[in-house]
């Protein structure tokens, strides 16, 4: 506040730049709130599902696998609108030139990979898995970087060795396990061998990863991380592939990235800074609906066009449209990992 006896003394560099230091220390406080919630989110949802599991590991056996479809449609339904931001966080929204050749650039990206999977199944689906890996590990090691720049928690963190067990467990032990075939026949017969029968590989390498990753974990007293890990690690054994897949997608990485999109949206920063975490999570969230709304129809025209039927196509097709689109958000969120992991 000025004062209107002395303004010139009032505006002292030193007083400035105490008002801007408790700002952001403000500031951070809030966003760190929000991530910290986020993250209990995740792991109350992860939770809730290896309970549920357990309590239902019969019925699941013998049933049919119709449920197991409906929870991946509602997983991917919760997690579209978390990549539907990209050119916000990335391009000047006054830059119109720019904006449009990134999403042309973006747009047509997505439609090769579409084109590129649909012809090539399985080389197609090996490949989502390993971007899917890397994509999930490092975004989950970025977002524990991020809480660790606003808390006081200085215990070093093994980034790269956590983003390895975090990106595989979710991703190799669902695909690798007995379950696994029944849901790969409904997404798409031809995936049931994608592994070339390396599974039983796939699986012992997956769990010495995250054996050494869980050791030096506790040997750094990073007990935080290895609770995650020890949850993500619950939720591939115990739970169905599509089932443990779907409260993953929406309910950890989705949660997760959305929560960091806010630490860079300009509608959400000015959210923070009037001390509403709650509306800053929002303004992340609703700009990305259009998005879930039009990967759905552009998965229904494609199913139509293909000849094809929407009971035994749609599923299938669904995820290769969010899977080519994962290809640029990989690239676009990839300038936000280096920066939180640097």
């Not at 004062?3 to 505006?11: D, E, G, I, W």
């Not at 809030?30 to 309970?51: F, Q, T």
């Not at 995936?191 to 010495?208: F, K, P, S």
């Not at 619950?234 to 897949?245: E, G, I, R, S």
């Amino acid at each position: 506040i000025l004062s209107r006896k002395n303004p010139v003394s009032a505006l002292r560099f030193g007083s400035v730049t105490d008002i801007s230091h408790e700002m952001g220390w403000k500031m951070a406080e809030i966003e760190l709130d929000l991530l910290l919630k986020v993250r209990k989110y995740s792991r109350y949802a992860v939770g809730l599902a290896i309970v549920l599991s357990f309590a239902f590991a019969r019925i699941i056996e013998e049933s049919a696998i119709t449920w197991q479809v409906v929870v991946a449609l509602i997983a991917l339904a919760i997690g579209i609108p978390h990549g539907a931001l990209d050119h916000l966080v990335t391009l000047p929204r006054s830059s119109a030139k720019k904006m449009a050749l990134f999403i042309t650039v973006y747009v047509a990206v997505a439609i090769l990979a579409v084109i590129a999977m649909l012809t090539w199944n399985v080389v197609g689906f090996i490949l989502v898995v390993i971007m899917s890996a890397v994509h999930f590990g490092i975004g989950d090691a970025a977002f524990i970087s991020e809480i660790d720049r606003r808390s006081e928690a200085k215990k070093r963190f093994q980034k790269y060795l956590y983003a390895t067990a975090a990106g595989t467990l979710p991703v190799v032990i669902p695909l690798v396990s007995e379950r696994s075939t029944s849901a790969l026949e409904k997404v798409n017969p031809a995936l049931v061998d994608w592994h070339q029968g390396l599974n039983n590989d796939l699986l012992l390498w997956t769990m010495l990863i995250t054996a050494f990753a869980l050791l030096r974990l506790i040997q750094r007293r990073r007990d935080g991380e290895a609770i995650d890990l020890v949850l993500l690690y619950l939720l591939a054994v115990t739970a169905p592939p599509l089932v443990a897949f779907a409260v993953y997608f929406g309910c950890w990485h989705a949660m997760r990235h959305t929560a960091r999109l806010t630490l860079t949206l300009p509608s959400s920063q000015a959210a923070f800074a009037d001390g509403n975490s709650s509306k800053a999570f929002l303004r992340a969230v609703l700009p990305g609906t259009p998005a879930l709304v039009g990967t759905f129809i552009v998965a229904a025209l494609i199913v139509i066009f293909r000849g094809d039927s929407l009971d035994d196509q749609f599923l299938w097709v669904s995820l290769v449209v969010v899977w080519a689109l994962t290809v640029p958000h990989m690239a676009v969120t990839a300038r936000l990992d280096r920066k939180a992991l640097n």
